[in-house]
């Protein structure tokens, strides 16, 4: 039906990352023994329908950049998903896609960035981090603010590690014990403090709707205009391709016309 | 791939297999079990009624309890428990106080546990009158204390809910299946015109027949609508039911407010009650 | 110019043109319907008023399967349902219902994605309409529409016999040796009007609340409409629990649920915004998208709701 091939993927790397937080890596299967990796073409803020026969699927964004191999931050919050992170290494796991539109990387060479993520918002955004981290040079200083509910809720500890040598990491969270040395407090005060300026630079903001809506109004205060904050937003995928209706807002299709979207072109768009 | 990290899958591989022994062992038959109070009993019959598939169900399960049709049944350790009637004795409440602990997941099966039945109307009426009519010819019997009929999650967290009066039998044997999947549950949410649409009925209330679709939840692929039967609202109200409208609907074919009434609260007095508090309280805001 | 038919001589017509082909036409049993029948019941077909259920079941189904499961077959679990397709003949539908067709092909046959039913049903089907004059329902407004002239073949009612057009090769050729006949296709007129517009500047207007007070969220209006497409996607096992089926299923933007995501969130909550997204897809989202509006003046939304909720009314009060 519909164009929609299923492809299969094998698993190649499984981490926890929270209690009910995964990270998958997956290859293309490969069909017969050829040893060369099939090539993948996605980009970051794109994302893949994840098949688990007999419940359904889950869109879920790729969290990677890379020539051979797709990474999916999953975490179990539906039948679907539920089943997702009891895949092993080994497993098939069926797929299809790339689907949607990609934050514009080509087009914010130049310039500096700033990544803003909440929760497993900031999955899709490790996407964009790899990029960065692949095409350093193209870009100017990287700002990484990132916002979690709780010290154990944080997501690529490992990444973080050598994120903060390379950029300017900064993190909160909403509550922790009293021996937790780092930031305690919302992502939108860390927006408030973080004194950065709106010259040259590009918002690349992704996680719950609220915390998008209060993220926007700080930059908003700090002098940024719609046209460089890019958002990435949630709806109910079922298709993928435009036909389902689900994912709409207005008129526009989270799935093909999103889910990256420049914000000065939703704003004002009506649920 | 490298000889390191093909050792290193298979290493994995046999870890799995392990797991996955270790999970059957652990894992034995779900422990079933089906209650009832105070209701007619008919919901319990239909689970018994899917003979096509029945067989093959308990394989699947272990059904520990099921007084109905079992001599000998286990009092305690239910996976899922599916209960039947609404809580309208001191009795009833007793019971399903003490199986809500004896179960990790409780099912509300039919229309009295899921919104209250027929036996809920005192909610709309003077419960004294109601009382002394129905006992009062009779000397009342000291162990029935009756209390007014509400469905079970007035009194006890419920897992799931089965409506209908009786409920589907496909509807069973999907939440026997769902369940055996391990798949979340969820009540059909979709009002009654939509299945019926899909099937092309000839809309009832076009023929100027009083039927509640619009109203009421489906999930029973309009078996009574495509009876030419109205539909009486026995898998209870929507969640956004738009009750004056509805009455709109039913004014407008020229029914009497009264019997308008009527049906709408012959399972669903409860839920009725609820919706219109609500509306009032929204209407002096 | 067209072609003539005797009206004694439809039914010869129709079992030449519909020969190895599944034939679809209006037909009442209780209300009317368009059904698959078979010629020798030609007299049961009934063109008096149009269906209040549209043709769009013929191209997307209300229920239809995607793809075969099987979990024992860890390989495969997923097989696609091979589309199987008779070729078919509509007999009897309206210019609204064939306009519809255009509207779906948008998305269910676009260049990017294509539905293989959909496609399949509509590069095998024949569209044989009858023009509606009179109007066949005091509820149409497709004057106001701006309908294409698009068809196989269009009949025209002349009492006792057809004037017959052809709005495509196919259907000229089929025409092709019936007697020539001097006579220009009457235009539909309607009752009911739709002052089309803008509506961006409307949105909040307190003209819809009255509309939306009626609304049951019922779902009707999504289901009879000509050109609502919008479906869910469900897997569905068998008691072995290895076998079965994943499916679609017409769903509507109208209950409360449609925008519900994982983890519970539902983002148009309240029935007025999904009563106004219904109508701005109709008339302006899709217009915006593809030029044009994703309503054909059919009026079956207005017919089949329990409550008759009318939305050219409130548009046009709109100045």
């Known amino acids: 039906m519909m164009s929609l091939n299923l492809e299969p993927f094998r698993i190649t790397r499984k981490e926890q990352m929270t209690g009910d937080i995964y990270l998958f890596r997956a290859e293309k299967a490969k069909a017969g023994k050829s040893k060369n990796k099939e090539k993948l073409s996605y980009q970051p803020g794109q994302f893949y329908q994840l098949n688990v026969p007999g419940l359904g699927e889950a869109p879920i964004s790729v969290c990677s950049y890379a020539d051979d191999y797709i990474e999916f931050n999953i975490r179990a919050l539906g039948d679907v998903t539920d089943e997702l992170i009891k895949l092993n290494v080994g497993d098939n796991l069926w797929v299809r896609g790339p689907y949607g539109t990609h934050y514009p990387m080509i087009d914010l060479h130049g310039k500096s960035l700033i990544i803003i993520g909440g929760g497993t918002g900031v999955a899709p955004l490790r996407g964009v981090i790899k990029y960065v981290e692949k095409y350093r040079a193209e870009f100017d200083r990287v700002h990484l603010l990132f916002g979690f509910k709780s010290p154990e809720e944080m997501l690529f500890k490992k990444d973080m590690e050598l994120w903060n040598r390379i950029f300017d990491l900064r993190t909160t969270v909403d509550k922790a014990g009293a021996d937790y040395k780092g930031k305690i407090g919302l992502i939108t005060k860390l927006v408030d403090e973080s004194g ?15 915390m998008i809506k209060f993220t926007i109004q700080s930059l908003e205060k700090m002098g940024f205009s719609h046209e460089q904050i890019y958002i990435s937003h949630e709806r109910r995928m079922k298709c993928g391709v435009g036909m389902c209706g689900h994912c709409m807002i207005s008129g526009v299709y989270v799935c093909k016309d999103g889910p990256v979207f420049r914000y000065d072109q939703i704003k004002n768009l009506h649920e | 791939m490298s000889k390191m990290t093909k050792k290193k899958v298979h290493v994995r591989k046999g870890k799995k297999i392990k797991k996955i022994i270790n999970q059957k062992k652990a894992v034995s038959k779900p422990r079933i079990g089906i209650h009832s109070i105070t209701g007619c009993a008919g919901c319990q019959l239909s689970i018994y009624f899917i003979e096509d598939v029945l067989l093959d169900l308990l394989d699947k399960i272990n059904l520990v309890a099921a007084p109905m049709i079992k001599e000998q049944n286990e009092e305690e350790g239910y996976d899922v428990l599916f209960v039947e009637g609404s809580v309208s004795s001191q009795e009833d409440l007793d019971n399903l106080l003490k199986w809500r602990e004896k179960t990790k997941a409780l099912v509300a099966l039919g229309a009295c546990a899921c919104h209250g039945g027929m036996q809920s109307m005192k909610h709309l009426m003077n419960e004294k ?15 029935v204390k009756p209390i007014t009929s509400v469905p079970l999650h007035k009194y006890v967290k419920v897992d799931f809910y089965i409506p209908g009066c009786p409920p589907d039998k496909q509807e069973i044997i999907q939440v026997l299946k769902h369940f055996l999947q391990g798949r979340r549950l969820r009540v059909y949410d979709k009002a009654v015109c939509h299945e019926c649409s899909l099937k092309e009925n000839y809309c009832l209330l076009d023929q100027g027949i009083e039927c509640l679709g619009p109203l009421i939840n489906g999930g029973c692929r309009a078996l009574c609508p495509s009876f030419n039967h109205p539909c009486t609202g026995c898998r209870g109200l929507l969640d956004d039911a738009n009750l004056e409208s509805g009455k709109q609907v039913l004014k407008d074919k020229g029914f009497d407010v009264d019997l308008i009434i009527k049906r709408m609260t012959k399972y669903n007095s409860l839920q009725f009650k609820e919706f219109e508090e609500k509306t009032n309280i929204n209407n002096k805001k | 110019m067209g072609k003539v038919l005797d009206k004694k ?19 009442k049993r209780g209300t009317l319907r368009f059904e698959i029948i078979n010629i020798n019941y030609f007299d049961d077909i009934c063109l008096e008023g149009r269906p209040l259920f549209s043709i769009k079941k013929f191209f997307s189904p209300a229920k239809h399967d995607l793809l075969k499961l099987n979990l024992a077959d860890k390989k495969k679990p997923f097989e696609e349902e091979k589309t199987r397709f008779k070729p078919r003949v509509i007999f009897g539908a309206r210019l609204c219902d064939f306009n519809g067709l255009l509207r779906l092909d948008k998305l ?11 496609k399949a049903a509509r590069e095998n089907t024949l569209l044989i309409g009858i023009n509606c004059v009179p109007a066949p329902s005091k509820y149409c407004f497709c004057e106001s529409m701006g309908l294409e002239k698009y068809y196989d073949l269009m009949l025209h009612d002349m009492g006792n016999k057809y004037y017959i057009e052809a709005g495509s090769p196919k259907g000229e050729a089929l025409i092709m040796t019936l007697e020539d006949y001097d006579f220009v296709m009457p235009e539909i007129k309607c009752d009911k009007k739709l002052f089309r517009k803008d509506l961006t500047q409307y949105y909040d207007n307190p003209a819809w609340n009255s509309e939306n007070d009626k609304c049951l969220s019922c779902g009707k209006c999504t289901s009879h409409c000509t050109t609502c497409l919008c479906f869910d996607v469900m897997d569905e096992l068998e008691v072995d629990l290895k076998k079965g089926k994943r499916f679609k299923e017409w769903d509507s933007c109208q209950f409360l649920n449609f925008t519900l995501v994982a983890g519970g969130a539902i983002f148009r909550k309240d029935r007025l915004s999904r009563f106004k997204h219904r109508i701005y897809h109709k008339l302006q989202y899709f217009r915006e998208k593809f030029g044009m509006d994703m309503c054909t003046g059919c009026g079956r939304c207005i017919e089949a709701c329990p409550r008759l909720i009318d939305f050219t009314e409130v548009i046009n009060k709109f100045r």
Request: glycine share 4%; aromatic share 12%.
């Open chain 1, 196 to 210: 950065l300026d709106s010259k040259n630079k590009a918002v690349i903001i992704c996680g719950p709707p609220v």
């Open chain 2, 129 to 143: 009158e109601v009382e002394s009519a129905a006992y009062a010819k009779f000397p009342s019997d000291p162990r």
């Open chain 3, 9 to 27: 001589r439809l039914k010869e017509f129709l079992g030449k043109v519909s020969k190895g082909k599944e034939l679809i036409a209006p037909v």
């Open chain 3, 108 to 118: 269910f046959n676009s260049k990017e994605y294509q539905d293989d039913y959909y």
